[in-house]
């Protein structure tokens, strides 16, 4: 696949379409998003695929993705602060496994961020939160 057919994957959908969108629609895109940037960039670390595993895990669990935004919501428009508002507060009938319903919910809120961004094309912006998040590894329990 190239990158002008991985562009057309959301071109189908309309702006109208994504704003009709329910946040834990779009926090079901964030996820995949969000954990496959993870992945690519932490293959720049030379190891074998359990320890890329264990490494992943810790920067796309629940209470890692609550710390990340918080972390962010300083660099977040109005717009994404929103978005992000909308996920947390978004009714859902899962419940957290290891995290607490706090750290979940504002998990789902960056999840939704990530799909929102994906979603409407905003690359550029994508990659630089995760840019943001990437420099700031670190401070992430």
């Not at 992943?56 to 109005?78: F, G, P, W």
Request: glycine share 4%; no cysteine; net charge negative.
């Amino acid at each position: 696949m190239d990158l002008e057919s991985f562009r057309q994957v959301n071109e189908s959908l309309s702006r109208e379409d994504i704003a009709m969108l329910s946040p834990l629609q779009l926090a079901y895109v964030g996820d995949a998003v969000y954990e496959l940037l993870v992945r690519t960039y932490l293959l720049d670390v030379n190891l074998n695929v359990n320890q890329l595993h264990k490494m992943a895990t810790k920067y796309v669990k629940a209470n890692a993705q609550s710390e990340i935004v918080h972390n962010i919501e300083d660099y977040l428009t109005e717009k994404e602060l929103a978005v992000v508002k909308r996920g947390r507060n978004a009714k859902s009938n899962a419940s957290p496994k290891n995290s607490s319903l706090i750290d979940y919910k504002y998990a789902t809120g960056f999840e939704a961020l990530f799909g929102y961004l994906y979603l409407t094309g905003q690359y550029d912006r994508l990659l630089y939160l995760f840019n943001l998040i990437k420099n700031n590894e670190l401070e992430i329990n």
